[in-house]
């Protein structure tokens, strides 16, 4: 089949709405709500520095809700089943605080780097928390 003037024309016409769609659709993407509640951490990244095994692994991130709207936590995932997180269902309202609680399983010997991941209807509706440190060895009995 040839390309007739009258094809390349409308495939012309075609791809031209395709690409201008697409510009539409990631432009309406990038859009946030200024009226959407903020998680705004007091510290997004937790060092548990050099711990003991079967230390206590237990870590509370804190925030506030710096936005406009309460804030519903729909679920925390972890990057990893050696992390628990729990956290509340309620929902956040503006200017009020809330926690994050992880827990690391310090069983686990060596280091680790952990991310957690909140979803969420807040502006950032995916934002992301870091956990690291380092489990060392119980000192050996017999020296």
């Known amino acids: 089949m040839t390309l007739t003037k009258t ?4 495939l012309k016409t075609t791809l031209t709405f395709v690409f201008f769609l697409f510009v539409y659709a990631v432009n309406f993407a990038q ?6 509640g903020v998680l ?3 510290e997004e990244e937790i060092d548990y520095g050099t711990i003991k095994q079967n230390a206590d692994g237990e870590r509370i991130f804190s925030f506030t809700n710096t936005g406009k709207s309460p804030i519903v936590i729909s ?14 269902k309620e929902p956040i309202l503006p200017g009020k ?3 994050i609680k992880v827990r690391y399983a310090t069983n686990r010997i060596g280091v680790f780097k952990k991310t957690i991941t909140i979803v969420s209807n807040a502006s950032e509706p995916n934002k992301i928390i870091r956990i690291k440190g380092e489990v ?8």
């Open 40 to 42: 705004t951490f007091k």
């Open 75 to 88: 679920t925390v995932k972890t990057s990893c089943g050696c992390t628990v997180p729990s956290y509340s």
């Open 97 to 99: 605080t809330s926690e």
């Open 31 to 36: 859009e946030t709500d200024s009226n959407a």
């Open 136 to 143: 060392l060895a119980p000192e050996s009995a017999t020296k």
């Open 7 to 10: 094809h390349f024309s409308s």
